[in-house]
């Protein structure tokens, strides 16, 4: 062999060892999105299946391996708040969409400041999204969830329209005080105070837009929100846009007819009659020839109709949603009514390659109502059904009533269907609630995020109360007229940081939150008469009213998980309020909660039966601080119990001067010492799912203590 033959030989051999050493190994490269709306993902973990090569995505979602294996056949991606998901690498560049486990998921649950996987909880939460709400005719928000929540009782406050729904979880905890829960949307807390006008707070915000609620229900859970949360929280999410380039537009309507569902058993006519000759016949002769069933004729058919036209799309880098809708509902009680228009607005833009995410919710309502008399509702029950529903003159505005010389009887029933026609109860009232959220992701410091909320709620009520002076009903006062206003603004500034790491050589995760809260809540109601439409009487005389509370916070909470097995959350927030003295504004709201997976255990590891099994155990002091909210007196807002204060007396309790009779004011009991009730839970749980989590559920156990601090005690 020549030497130029063996030297292009030993060439060719390079060459083809070369060619098996890059055929060996390769580069891979690709992008990571979010598969709904296709914003990039930074910070993903992509790592090749079977090595321990591994990687994570930049700002912009892309990623890059070198010296990947050629036998190296997938991709493992991952990305907390994220499904798992497995790409076979192929020849070219690879592009993964991750699905997002959504807040009003089964996976990721929303709690006080922030959101945790469902996995991973301690304390005692329950989710109810969209897709499990209650159908049919809904009219105020707490109807989606009424009965999809254990330890969550859900009441009718009656058939009126918009009337709403007494809320207790767990039940009650204060004899005197406030069992309301705290309601929270969008981050917002709201005030517990009632909005003059309005049946009920929450029937201000449209059901269609909300997209989930989140309920807190043991002390370890709601501690976080310190002094206001002993009769749990709840946390409501709205709907927000998405990035998606399509544009969606959803219109739905649904129409009801609601019926009067069974009377008060009573006697008929000729049943009423044999009892009168029976039992009392010196009276046979007032009896009547009418055949009157009075509570047929103060109930009807009511309809009732609710429209909802939204639009949600993405415009570039801004998405976007968009609600309007209306509601009318007639009550089954005649006269009264309900109509509601509200419009929504949500924007969701990310700035800086996705570290910097704003959330910004703007809705507003508008509603107006007519309050029927309700007292037709007893004297329909009660009167004579002999005599007939108009008179056949124009005296009493035509009503037939119970007279004595011409004149009616004050301690007789009045016509039920005179009450509910002679009296008008008006009502309007508007309210906004809003928010905008930042929250940006430190690029220097992996894992750190800083965010800001700022937010309010107000809300202006005006009403009207009027009473013919024709009538019988108000014939000694010769007509009554009321007329009131209210206006309650409520803002909140929210400031934290949030830092996570993963301690991969030990096998853990934790995460650290602490914050600010600063809230302001003011309430101001002028002062307002009742006389008599010729203005000749004053009836009552209430005292304008002007109230600011403040709430100033600290707060922190940790989070620690072990291989995902044992999990340790505590909390800690300091809360100050201007409703007590300053020497009793502070409090401390401690809780600590403990949770073992025994399903990441050995031994039920590859059970097929149990898919989820987690042992709870929770301890937490949490307060309540709105303490005196029974006044009789409207517009008399006792936010602070610890100073004197005077309420005018009613116009049955006036003190005569001469010939002349007057109200007076009179002291109030108050305690300079008094602080917010606080109460102890202690609360053990135990988490269970069975055959892919299609059988799932909760039992728990719990003991509330409750002490109400002041100097009586």
Not at 342 to 360: A, E, Q, R
Not at 378 to 396: E, I, K, L, R
Not at 425 to 433: H, W
Request: hydrophobic share 35%; with cysteine; charged share 15%.
């Amino acid at each position: 062999m020549t030497l130029k033959r063996l030297l292009v030989m030993m060439i060719v051999l390079l060459a083809m060892s070369c060619m098996s050493a890059f055929a060996q190994n390769r580069t891979v490269t690709g992008k990571v999105t979010d598969s709904k709306d296709g914003s990039p993902l930074a910070n993903a973990t992509v790592a090749v299946k079977g090595t321990q090569l591994a990687t994570e995505t930049g700002p912009d979602g892309t990623f890059k391996i070198n010296n990947v294996p050629a036998n190296a056949k997938t991709l493992v991606i991952s990305f907390t708040g994220y499904d798992a998901q497995q790409v076979a690498i192929g020849t070219g560049n690879i592009s993964a969409g991750l699905r997002s486990t959504s807040i009003t998921g089964s996976e990721v649950v929303v709690i006080g400041y922030g959101t945790v996987r469902k996995k991973d909880l301690t304390g005692s939460v329950a989710t109810v999204s969209a897709k499990d709400f209650n159908q049919g005719a809904i009219t105020t928000p707490e109807q989606l969830i009424q009965g999809k929540v254990a330890g969550v009782l859900i009441t009718s406050n009656g058939g009126a329209p918009g009337s709403g729904s007494t809320i207790r979880i767990r039940n009650g905890a204060s004899i005197n005080a406030s069992n309301d829960p705290l309601i929270v949307i969008d981050g917002v807390p709201l005030d517990n105070q009632t909005i003059n006008g309005a049946a009920n707070p929450l029937d201000l915000v449209n059901p269609d837009d909300i997209e989930s609620f989140s309920i807190l229900k043991d002390a370890s859970a709601s501690a976080i929100y310190g002094s206001r949360a002993s009769n749990g929280v709840i946390i409501i999410t709205t709907k927000k846009g998405r990035r998606a380039k399509e544009f969606h537009l959803n219109f739905s309507t649904l129409l009801s007819l609601q019926t009067p569902e069974g009377y008060v058993k009573v006697l008929d006519t000729a049943q009423f009659k044999q009892a009168i000759r029976k039992y009392q016949p010196g009276y046979v002769s007032l009896l009547g020839n009418a055949n009157t069933d009075w509570q047929k004729q103060i109930y009807q058919n009511a309809l009732s109709t609710t429209n909802n036209l939204s639009f949600n799309g993405g415009i570039k880098w801004l998405p976007y949603r968009l609600s309007l809708g209306y509601s009318g509902d007639d009550g089954i009680l005649k006269t009264g009514y309900m109509n509601r228009g509200n419009g929504t607005l949500n924007l969701n833009p990310t700035f800086f390659n996705n570290t910097l995410k704003v959330d910004l919710n703007v809705t507003g309502a508008i509603t107006k109502n007519r309050f029927a008399n309700t007292s037709a509702i007893g004297a329909a029950a009660a009167f004579d059904p002999t005599q007939p529903v108009y008179s056949g003159n124009s005296q009493y505005d035509g009503y037939w009533e119970w007279l004595g010389a011409g004149v009616p009887l004050t301690l007789a029933s009045r016509n039920p269907v005179a009450l509910l026609n002679e009296k008008q109860d008006l009502s309007t009232v508007k309210r906004s609630i809003g928010n905008i959220q930042l929250d940006y992701s430190v690029p220097f410091i992996k894992g750190l995020r800083a965010n800001v909320n700022a937010g309010y709620d107000v809300s202006r009520s005006n009403g009207t109360v009027y009473q013919d002076s024709t009538g019988a009903l108000s014939y000694y006062t010769k007509g009554d007229t009321r007329a009131y206003t209210q206006q309650i603004g409520n803002k909140v500034l929210d400031l934290y940081l949030y830092y996570g790491k993963d301690l991969k050589n030990i096998n853990s995760h934790f995460d650290i939150t602490g914050g600010y809260s600063y809230q302001d809540i003011f309430n101001y109601a002028p002062a307002s008469n009742d006389s008599n439409l010729l203005k000749t009487v004053a009836l009552t005389s209430n005292p304008s009213d002007s109230t600011d509370l403040r709430i100033l916070s600290f707060w922190g909470r940790m989070n620690y998980n072990y291989a995902g097995k044992y999990f340790i959350t505590a909390t800690l927030r300091d809360d100050e309020s201007s409703r007590f003295n300053p020497d009793n504004r502070q409090g401390i709201f401690p809780s600590i909660a403990l949770a073992w997976s025994l399903k990441q255990e050995n031994f039920l590891k590859d059970s097929r039966t149990f898919s989820t099994l987690k042992l709870r155990l929770g301890y937490g002091v949490t307060g309540n601080q709105d303490l005196t909210t029974n006044s009789t007196n409207v517009n008399f807002l006792p936010y602070y119990p610890y100073q004197a204060s005077y309420t005018l007396s009613t116009t049955t309790a006036q003190y005569w001067f001469g010939n002349t009779s007057y109200q007076t004011w009179r002291p109030s009991g108050y305690d300079y010492n008094i602080k917010w009730e606080q109460q102890a839970t202690y609360n053990i749980g135990l988490d269970y799912g069975f055959f892919n989590n299609r059988l799932n559920g909760a039992v728990d156990l719990y003991d509330k203590k409750n002490q109400q601090f002041s100097s009586f005690n």
